[in-house]
């Protein structure tokens, strides 16, 4: 069986394992760029597109804009990110749809209409990402909770339902039948070794964003001066992703907190604002212009401690070589055609390429 594809509902015919959303993108991406480069560019215009997210959610959360541009460049160094920026993989486009529906949601408290938008952000983090439904609960802290804009968010995801019915049922013989479902994925979803899981991916994330995101992100949920529903927002944006994956049966290496990036903005947002407020309480107990500087040198100290275990880690991980690496592939394609008689049939599955993705 070909990888990532299993046997469709009719005779002689595949159906991918994955959702559509992604595949749907690389479309567009190259009806606007061509096949060359187009597909290619996909992820890429996602991360670079996520910045603007994440400074403009933490605009929205209270961040002043230096404390949102800190957050942006967080983000960037972030090695999960970074991996995700240059791989045809579906990971960065979902982070990018988590935050366009996170957004759209907060508009939506000041302008009823953004509830559409928000309901077809969601609609297509869900089409990128089955998931992505887990988006709900923290987009029902993050939207104005009144009929008519939920009627708006219902309106927004609903064509994006039909394409998920109409792709599956054409796909896999049945509207609500998935690659995940049909590959019995939702079998390797267990509470069995959930605290090794979980462990994991606390490890993981404290060696590459450093002590500070995961504490900062506990301690919003005890910060008094950002808002009740804020506080919920961002403790359920990236709580349920990290104890949905803690069931989900693959986590071995580091790259497999890219499950996680989804819901990393909020690791960011929380530290961000507990450093704010931190930052403010060291003001308000020294006098004067000495307070100020003892604020802003706390700010930068957290800050740059961060970044610099996220370079760290793009360093250690040779993310900057992945292009080079992957040039192994294809170099043993040319040589296979080089060395193989003319009429060889070659049967394969996939490089292994976790080699550079792994700590030697």
């Given at each position: ?25 690389m479309a567009g991406g190259a009806l606007i760029f061509g096949w060359k480069y187009g597909p290619f560019l ?86 990128v990402r089955p998931s992505s439904v887990l988006l709900l609960i923290p987009i029902l802290f993050s939207v ?204 394969a599955t996939e490089t292994n390429r976790s080699n550079f993705l792994t700590i030697t």
């Amino acid at each position: 069986m070909t990888l990532g594809y299993e046997a469709g509902p009719r005779p002689r015919t595949l159906a991918p394992t994955y959702p559509v959303g992604y595949p749907l993108h690389m479309a567009g991406g190259a009806l606007i760029f061509g096949w060359k480069y187009g597909p290619f560019l996909v992820s890429p215009l996602a991360a670079a597109l996520s910045l603007v997210l994440i400074y403009l959610v933490g605009v929205e959360l209270g961040l002043t804009r230096g404390m949102a541009i800190a957050g942006a460049t967080m983000l960037a160094f972030n090695p999960t990110f970074c991996l995700q920026a240059i791989q045809p993989m579906s990971d960065g486009l979902a982070t990018c749809w988590s935050m366009a529906s996170i957004l759209t949601a907060l508009l939506s408290r000041g302008r009823e209409l953004w509830g559409l938008g928000a309901g077809a952000a969601f609609g297509m983090a869900f089409l990128v990402r089955p998931s992505s439904v887990l988006l709900l609960i923290p987009i029902l802290f993050s939207v104005r909770f009144s009929p008519k804009t939920l009627l708006l968010f219902f309106l927004g995801g609903l064509p994006f339902a039909g394409v998920f019915c109409a792709y599956n049922a054409a796909a896999y013989g049945h509207p609500l039948m998935t690659g995940y479902v049909a590959t019995r994925h939702q079998d390797l979803v267990m509470l069995s070794d959930f605290t090794i899981r979980f462990r994991h991916y606390i490890y993981w994330l404290t060696v590459t964003m450093s002590l500070t995101p995961l504490p900062g992100w506990l301690c919003v949920a005890m910060d008094r001066d950002v808002k009740l529903r804020d506080r919920a927002l961002l403790i359920s944006w990236f709580g349920v992703f990290l104890l949905f994956y803690s069931c989900y049966f693959y986590y071995a290496e580091w790259w497999y907190t890219r499950f996680l990036l989804p819901g990393m903005p909020a690791l960011i947002l929380g530290t961000l604002l507990v450093v704010r407020d931190l930052g403010k309480l060291i003001e308000r107990s020294a006098a004067g212009q000495k307070g100020v500087w003892l604020r802003r040198a706390a700010v930068i100290i957290l800050i740059g401690v961060a970044l610099g275990f996220e370079r760290q880690s793009v360093e250690r991980f040779r993310l900057l070589k992945v292009a080079a690496i992957d040039r192994a592939q294809a170099d043993f394609c040319r040589q296979s055609d080089s060395l193989l008689p003319r009429r060889a049939l070659l049967i394969a599955t996939e490089t292994n390429r976790s080699n550079f993705l792994t700590i030697t």
